[in-house]
């Protein structure tokens, strides 16, 4: 637990140093950070595949993490779009060429990791940029990692009924009411942050400084897409856990310390991140209609 909570606060201490300071100077230099994880996220899944049987074409990834910034600085959303585009494109020329030792699978598990982390992942580009900025970051983080620990703490104090017994042994109905506890605690400090305190007003590059300057229009808003997030976050732990039982591993990486790898980090973040950023991109839609 020691070596766990330590990695954690070196985790916190780093994704603040890039999304508090750093972001300030450029938006850009917290797209580093995401760019490591997203890379990082997408060679765990290859190595961690390859030991289950899997061999995942290393070609078409590499192409989409080559071609996906530059497309999404210039192009946005479409961007992500072409390079998925030609990421499967030169995935199929892969399969076809080296067809003799290339099977089916190989092709299903390289589009597989396309989708998880990679596409998944570049929904944090979006929300930095466009969808919500430093609110919808904050956001994204509060309600999932509090989640997460609340649904740890709740688990180990009260857990005794098993949720899915057969996907995760340890995930508890106890701990996931403690997520959703801990989910509407996010939320309700991203409320304060930015639409009761306005902490961040006059900070570089923040972008959306409140999601209303109504309470009464942010509260409900914050507090169900919380409940979405929650339940996202849950489902997304349970997907990982799951996976990572088919491929007879413990964890996909090990790259930190009492947490695994980066994709053990990721699972829950990686199926809450199009939630937040769908929410903004209609409800930016909607404001300013």
């Not at 020691?2 to 917290?30: C, P």
């Not at 030991?51 to 990834?61: D, E, F, N, T």
């Not at 009411?177 to 923040?206: M, R, S």
């Not at 489902?235 to 980066?262: E, N, Q, T």
Request: hydrophobic residues 55%; aromatic residues 16%.
């Amino acid at each position: 637990m020691l070596k766990r909570n330590l990695t954690a606060l070196v985790l916190i201490a780093v994704a603040l140093t890039f999304i508090l300071y750093l972001r300030t100077l450029y938006v850009e230099l917290t797209d580093i950070l995401f760019f490591v994880f997203m890379a990082l996220g997408a060679y765990e899944m290859c190595a961690v595949g390859k030991k289950a049987g899997y061999r995942a074409m290393v070609a078409p990834i590499l192409c989409y993490l080559i071609a996906f910034y530059p497309l999404f600085y210039f192009f946005r959303s479409i961007g992500i779009l072409i390079s998925l585009g030609v990421s499967a494109i030169v995935a199929l020329s892969v399969f076809l060429f080296a067809r003799k030792t290339r099977s089916l699978q190989d092709l299903e598990y390289t589009f597989f990791i396309l989708i998880y982390p990679l596409i998944l992942c570049s929904f944090f580009f979006e929300i930095n940029h466009y969808a919500g900025n430093l609110l919808g970051i904050f956001y994204v983080l509060f309600v999932t990692l509090l989640s997460d620990a609340f649904a740890l703490f709740a688990g180990m104090l009260f857990g005794k009924k098993k949720l899915i017994e057969d996907v995760s042994p340890k995930k508890t109905v106890a701990g996931a009411f403690g997520a959703y506890v801990g989910g509407l605690i996010g939320a309700t400090a991203v409320l304060l942050l930015f639409d009761v305190f306005h902490l961040f007003d006059g900070w570089g590059n923040v972008g959306l400084t409140a999601l209303s300057d109504k309470l009464y229009v942010s509260i409900p808003l914050y507090f169900s897409l919380a409940f979405v997030c929650t339940t996202l976050a849950i489902i997304g732990d349970l997907a990982a856990s799951w996976l990572k039982r088919k491929m007879d591993v413990k964890d996909f990486g090990k790259i930190f310390p009492g947490h695994g790898g980066v994709m053990d980090r990721l699972d829950s973040l990686l199926f809450v991140a199009p939630a937040v950023c769908a929410f903004f991109v209609i409800y930016n839609g909607v404001v300013y209609l």
